[in-house]
């Protein structure tokens, strides 16, 4: 039930509608509340306010019309240049950063408060028939002034916001952010001692006889309940394997999981393991952290290809990537099980790690910017700053291995011998500081133990 509501939140934030309806009823209670204080006023002695309305009726159903009108309008100019904007970030900076724009708070109450002005003076306008013997709702025409120049404010905003938030730098500093709070989120505390952990011995004849939890319908597995999976094992005395991690996409008939022993593999334990996993139709950074970090990447592949020739972007991407990266170097292992009270197996599952992320990004730009001078130096710059937060083996060696890859690949492919002579200066100097970390880390992992 918790990822259920946690993935209906997600779809909710990355909606135009959910901030603006809220506006809506907001408006709609202010509209009445507004028209009974009008009906009260008038008996109680207060008074008349001093800031309050005091035109005609007729006046009064101007004004409203006049500011309804005009809000209408300003919604629909302003929708159209949310929709102009969303074009312009999925041809520029790629498809999947649409949502940045999507979720955008200020996009949304920008939005909000033109239609709920519009709604409030629509309300109110009924209410004045015209006739002369009626009472003047001075207070809820004031409010709706008010909401007008309120909007007035906002559309300068908007124009503000917009032409800030296309900016690249902006973009993706915020999706760097983003990247940031989800390795924080996913990964909270920062561990030591934790390079490896011993292989939890499967029952005999697991990988052959186990019951398959197959996937109902193809899509990307978002997120994993493995409280609940844990808990399920517990109460049947089970043993699950998870065989996929959030992000992977799944096709229908592919098993989710592996049950043990397969005797108490029964339909109603199938459903129940079912409302455990959480599909869709997109990835989101709810339990997948990569997916972040793969937007970054993919934002600088579009940058340096031939057709946006933008290596200045590209660079910007790769910092932001190392900031991340460095982050979730610093956060260590955990152990990919889960015993209970008597220290019997029951959970089994995929974590996501250093050297999963770390390659899943690093290699596609690299292979990009094998040309780039620019852009291959600040990666060799990047990975000497990670070279100096990683504590354990594994991570040491896909730098390695990275830095390794970005000179041999850069070397093949530059002409001009000062070009190479730098990419191999910077080389250098992320050996030095591998060198420097490998004094540091944690053991390797043993024979027999979990490679992460």
């Excluded at 808990?231 to 992977?248: C, M, N």
């Excluded at 730098?399 to 002579?421: E, F, I």
Aim: glycine share 8%.
């Amino acid at each position: 039930m918790k990822n259920r509501i946690i993935s209906l939140w997600y779809r909710v934030r990355y909606s135009l509608w959910f901030v603006p309806g809220l506006m809506v009823a907001g408006a709609l209670a202010l509209a009445y509340a507004t028209i009974g204080l009008d009906a009260t006023l008038p008996h109680t002695g207060v008074g008349k306010l001093w800031w309050a309305y005091e035109g005609t009726l007729a006046g009064a159903r101007a004004v409203l019309s006049t500011i309804a009108g005009s809000m209408i309008t300003v919604a629909g100019l302003v929708f159209s240049l949310t929709m102009v904007v969303l074009s312009l970030a999925s041809s520029q900076f790629g498809p999947r950063l649409v949502r940045n724009f999507m979720d955008d708070t200020g996009n949304q109450l920008v939005l909000g408060t033109f239609v709920a002005t519009f709604v409030y003076c629509l309300v109110v306008l009924r209410t004045i028939e015209g006739a002369g013997s009626d009472p003047l709702p001075s207070l809820s025409v004031s409010v709706g002034l008010a909401l007008a120049l309120a909007s007035l404010g906002v559309l300068i905003y908007f124009i503000h916001h917009v032409a800030s938030s296309i900016q690249a730098n902006n973009l993706l500093a915020r999706v760097g952010r983003e990247f940031e709070d989800s390795v924080r989120r996913l990964f909270p505390e920062a561990t030591d001692g934790l390079a490896a952990w011993p292989t939890p011995e499967m029952p005999q004849g697991f990988a052959q006889r186990a019951e398959e939890l197959w996937v109902r319908q193809s899509g990307y597995l978002q997120m994993i309940d493995h409280g609940r999976l844990f808990d399920l094992a517990r109460e049947k005395d089970l043993l699950i394997q998870v065989t996929r991690r959030p992000g992977d996409f799944v096709i229908k008939g592919n098993p989710l999981c592996l049950v043990w022993p397969p005797e108490s593999f029964t339909p109603d334990l199938a459903v129940r393991l079912q409302r455990s996993f959480t599909m869709g139709v997109e990835r989101t950074e709810a339990q997948d952290v990569e997916y972040v970090a793969r937007l970054l990447a993919e934002t600088a592949l579009r940058a340096l290809s031939p057709g946006m020739n933008d290596p200045y972007t590209a660079v910007t991407c790769i910092d932001w990537l190392g900031s991340g990266l460095a982050l979730l170097a610093g956060r260590g292992r955990r152990p990919a099980f889960r015993l209970d009270e008597s220290g019997e197996l029951r959970l089994v599952y995929q974590e996501v790690s250093f050297p999963l992320v770390a390659e899943g990004c690093l290699e596609p730009i690299r292979r990009a910017a094998r040309e780039n001078v620019m852009c291959t130096v600040r990666l060799l710059e990047v990975l000497a700053a990670l070279a100096r937060q990683v504590r354990l083996s594994q991570d040491h060696q896909v730098l390695v291995h990275q830095a390794q890859a970005v000179k041999t690949d850069s070397l093949d492919n530059l002409r001009l011998s000062w070009d190479r002579d730098l990419i191999s200066e910077k080389h250098q100097e992320v050996l030095r500081e591998l060198e420097r970390a490998a004094l540091r880390l944690e053991p390797p992992v043993a024979e027999g133990e979990e490679k992460g």
